[in-house]
């Protein structure tokens, strides 16, 4: 089992761009958090996906949107991006029951540069 | 508003030192805490978690509720213990966990 996988690893982008960051949970597992870590800080919650739906939102804007698949991967779109977006992209799996979630496998993450 | 805080950017010791990692919450309710761990070049993984009690390469973390605490503790430090440990708080019927900004715990020789 390879665990969480995430591509790509890197990409450059320029503002007003769109972006889709690519996630695989480890096997098992049927829950996919996205995390943004800017540098020098820990990683911000943005949004949860569980049974192909959105269970739970952080504080960020709209141009801030996800999808998962019937087989539990997902995707973490951007739009319209600004310089403030670049960072490393965490994705996270677990499995869905609520005393379960917290128990997080991260993956390595994606680092997104927006110049 | 729900928070974690963790003091120290850095913290250096001695190996063979004990070692303590503050981390202090806000939450008004009962939260559910977590330490992950990254090590050089890895990525970040969960070290414990307080409904566990277990104690994971030697480190140990009680919740004190009366302080809002969790603080991460060793006995006797090692050199392989050197990374960065993020703090960690998912809340009561949510889902979503709220990192600390982290400590990076070097260890010397």
């Known amino acids: 089992d390879a665990g969480v996988t995430q591509s790509p690893t890197h990409l450059i982008k320029t503002r007003g761009q769109q972006v889709t960051l690519r996630c695989s949970p480890k096997s098992g597992h049927d829950t996919v958090s996205w995390y943004q870590q800017a540098l020098g800080q820990g990683p911000q919650f943005i949004f949860q996906?569980?049974?192909?739906?959105?269970?739970q939102r952080g504080n960020f804007p709209d141009r801030f949107s996800g999808h998962q698949f019937p087989n539990y991967s997902s995707e973490l779109n951007v739009n319209a991006l600004w310089l403030g977006d670049s960072a490393l992209y965490l994705c996270?799996?677990?499995?869905?029951?609520?005393?379960?979630?917290?128990?997080?496998?991260f993956g390595p993450g994606t680092r997104l540069t927006v110049t | 508003a729900q928070r974690v805080t963790q003091p120290e950017k850095l913290l250096s010791v001695f190996k063979g030192a004990p070692v303590e990692l503050k981390c202090n919450y806000s939450y008004s309710g009962s939260p559910e805490l977590f330490w992950y761990v990254q090590y050089s070049r890895q990525r970040l993984q969960l070290l414990l978690r307080?409904?566990s009690r277990e104690s994971i390469k030697g480190f140990t973390a009680d919740l004190n509720k009366g302080e809002t605490s969790f603080h991460l503790k060793k006995p006797f430090a090692q050199e392989e213990d050197s990374a960065m440990y993020y703090c960690a708080l998912k809340t009561t019927g949510g889902f979503k966990t709220i990192f600390g900004a982290g400590t990076r715990l070097f260890v010397k020789a």
């Open positions: 996270a799996s677990s499995y869905g029951q609520r005393e379960e979630v917290g128990k997080q496998y």
């Open positions: 307080h409904i």
């Open positions: 996906y569980y049974e192909e739906e959105e269970r």
